[in-house]
């Protein structure tokens, strides 16, 4: 008996160790690939308004493409004192897709004289699951914290070197990979899948 194939939309291997670690901690042996097993997929533009939109968004496109079951996940991080901002800009926050760095330094600049009771911010995911029926469910986790002034440490990428989570002393850029997949946003969301997945792939 062959095994369900589910496919992941990132090209992040990261991102397919975690989420396979945490579907085999479940008792669900399934064969999980990332976007790059079909390169002839293109990559979809995220119009939605939601995280949940968005990665509804990439896993119906996926889904469609490839007639197999899909997951797909996207998130930011939302400040409490920028109603929400930049959420799902994160990426781009700065103007250019992906440039951590630009995203860091302005989103710091803006809360230049923001005091430190008024820093509370969270790291926020959706995911979400669509079956090339139609079928969805979504999911979505948090990872609270407080935002730094400086940033500190090297792993982690996005905003992690700012961010430090509820109940710790360091950010998430201080943390082992372990550790911050632990009590991540993607981590916890990842995590309410599995019922999803039991449910929709048995």
């Known amino acids: 008996m062959t095994r369900q194939r589910l496919i992941l ?28 097993a079909y390169p002839d ?25 490839t007639g197999l079951p899909a997951v797909a996940d996207d998130s930011g991080l939302c400040v409490d004192v920028l109603n929400g901002a930049p959420g799902i800009f994160s990426a781009r926050w700065a103007g250019t897709h992906g440039n951590d ?17 008024h820093r509370a911010a969270h790291f926020a995911c959706a995911a979400a699951l669509a079956l090339p029926d139609g079928t969805e469910r979504v999911v979505e986790g948090q990872m609270r914290g407080t935002l730094r002034h400086t940033p500190t440490g090297t792993n982690g990428f996005g905003y992690d070197p700012i961010l430090q989570p509820e109940g710790h002393e360091v950010t998430c850029a201080e943390l082992s990979p372990s550790e911050k997949n632990a009590i991540s946003h993607r981590g916890k969301a990842f995590r309410a899948l599995v019922p999803v997945v039991k449910e929709l792939l048995g």
Not at 22 to 30: C, R, T
Not at 42 to 65: C, I, Y
Not at 107 to 114: F, S, V
């Open 9 to 36: 939309a990132t090209r992040n291997a990261g991102k397919i160790t975690e989420l396979h670690a945490i579907l085999a901690d479940a008792g669900l042996d399934l064969e999980l690939v990332g976007a790059d």
């Open 41 to 65: 997929v293109p990559d979809v533009k995220e119009t939605g308004v939601t995280f949940a939109e968005n990665a509804l968004l990439k896993a119906h496109a996926l889904a469609q493409a």
């Open 101 to 117: 760095r630009a995203n860091l330094d302005l989103l710091l600049a803006q809360l230049g004289d923001i005091a430190d009771e």
